[in-house]
């Protein structure tokens, strides 16, 4: 399986940016779908993640009201839309591919990763 994640971008504080995470075949619609992001000199985080069903969403704190988290399993696409982007939400985001149904936040939940696209927020 391969994820391709697209959608990055310059934007201005409290603009838009939707990002696209489309899989290679469709094998992902059995599994939870999950975007983190990766700041310079910082640790990956999770950022929301979406059971196979779509019918759980889970988000970060610091994006929840601002991120939404959407799957197409149709079209074997995850989408993320961020709305009023902060300068700190700057990193080079990651789509990933869960092992199971589930979505959770941890990082080895995840088995395929897509190469990541660039987000900056300007203030």
């Known amino acids: 399986v391969q994820l391709q994640a697209y959608g990055g971008g310059l934007v201005a504080a409290g603009g838009s940016l939707r990002l696209s995470c489309l899989a290679s075949?469709?094998?992902?619609?059995?599994?939870?779908m999950g975007w983190f992001r990766q700041a310079p000199g910082k640790e990956r985080e999770f950022v929301a993640g979406?059971?196979?069903?779509?019918?759980?969403?889970y988000y970060a704190d610091s994006v929840k009201g601002r991120f939404t988290i959407s799957r197409d399993n149709a079209k074997s696409t995850v989408y993320l839309q961020m709305d009023s982007l902060k300068p700190e939400d700057t990193a080079t985001y990651y789509c990933?591919?869960?092992?199971?149904?589930?979505?959770?936040?941890?990082?080895?939940?995840?088995?395929?990763w897509g190469q990541g696209t660039l987000v900056t927020v300007s203030s």
């Open positions: 979406i059971t196979w069903r779509g019918d759980g969403k």
């Open positions: 075949r469709r094998t992902n619609s059995n599994n939870g």
């Open positions: 990933a591919q869960g092992i199971n149904g589930f979505a959770p936040s941890r990082l080895d939940a995840y088995r395929y």
